[in-house]
């Protein structure tokens, strides 16, 4: 017999896949928004609360989020209408769907954010990239030009276009940080990459990098972590029927923020 699962069920199985020990001190993680004893029987994932996402969650009947940005990141005073995140969550709460966020801990963890992102970019022999925070990973690729390995990056994400700064290095040791991880440039340099792939680099920090040796290559924030919610969904589902926990999930359809026109 289907036992009933519950916001709280669902929240116990994603700490023990994904521990909230492992997100950065100044990260908001866990149950956002919802009552603990819930029924859940759907279940979105996405990576940010938007009004595209929240859609999708009322029309899928959803009962939970779960998503890779913290909906609440800093402390609110209030919650009202008046601001587009606020309202967001008042439109959940009044449909009694609950969110729950897996930021830098889904980042971190093994098969997270970053390891989908090695697999998907072919990168082998990986290794965590900062052993202090668990961000980032560094391997070895099949050694190749930059403009042949970005063009690689822009076909295996999906991304509409990649930014590229040349170092004059031929690619063959790859850093990966999904999202924004133009801090680990130094640490890339110093574990002996020659080509760092992450998201939101700055002009500054790209001059950190292609001066001091490192070839950079901005696929985008968004395009380089939305690989991890087809892979966190499928370990979900299998870890739903090991349960016996009748559960349907699905992974939200998200446009790009940034595009190229």
């Not at 009004?51 to 913290?70: F, R």
Request: proline share 2%; hydrophobic share 45%; with cysteine.
């Amino acid at each position: 017999m289907k036992q009933v699962v519950t916001v709280n069920d669902i929240v116990n199985l994603l700490e023990e896949m994904i521990p909230a020990e492992l997100a950065e001190s100044w990260d908001n993680v866990g149950l956002m928004l919802g009552r603990g004893s819930r029924p859940v029987r759907r279940l979105l994932l996405a990576l940010d609360m938007t009004q595209e996402t929240v859609t999708q969650a009322v029309n899928y009947n959803a009962d939970m989020i779960i998503t890779h940005h913290p909906a609440i990141f800093k402390k609110l005073g209030r919650i009202t209408d008046a601001d587009w995140q606020q309202d967001l969550l008042l439109q959940l709460a009044e449909k009694g769907i609950a969110v729950f966020s897996a930021h830098t801990n889904l980042d971190c963890v093994s098969s997270g954010v970053n390891d989908v992102l090695v697999r998907r970019l072919r990168i082998h022999d990986e290794d965590v990239l900062d052993h202090v925070s668990g961000l980032g990973r560094i391997g070895e690729v099949n050694a190749c030009d930059l403009h042949s390995f970005a063009e690689f990056v822009k076909k295996s994400l999906r991304a509409d276009y990649v930014v590229v700064g040349d170092a004059g290095r031929p690619v063959k040791r790859v850093a990966v940080c999904g999202g924004a991880g133009s801090d680990l440039i130094q640490l890339a340099l110093e574990q002996g990459a020659d080509t760092l792939v992450t998201g939101d680099v700055k002009y500054h920090n790209a001059q950190q990098a292609v001066f001091g040796g490192l070839n950079i290559i901005d696929a985008g924030h968004q395009t380089t972590e939305l690989p991890v919610l087809d892979y966190l969904a499928d370990r979900l589902s299998l870890r739903f029927t090991e349960k016996n926990w009748c559960v349907n999930l699905k992974v939200a359809n998200e446009s790009l923020l940034l595009k190229h026109l």
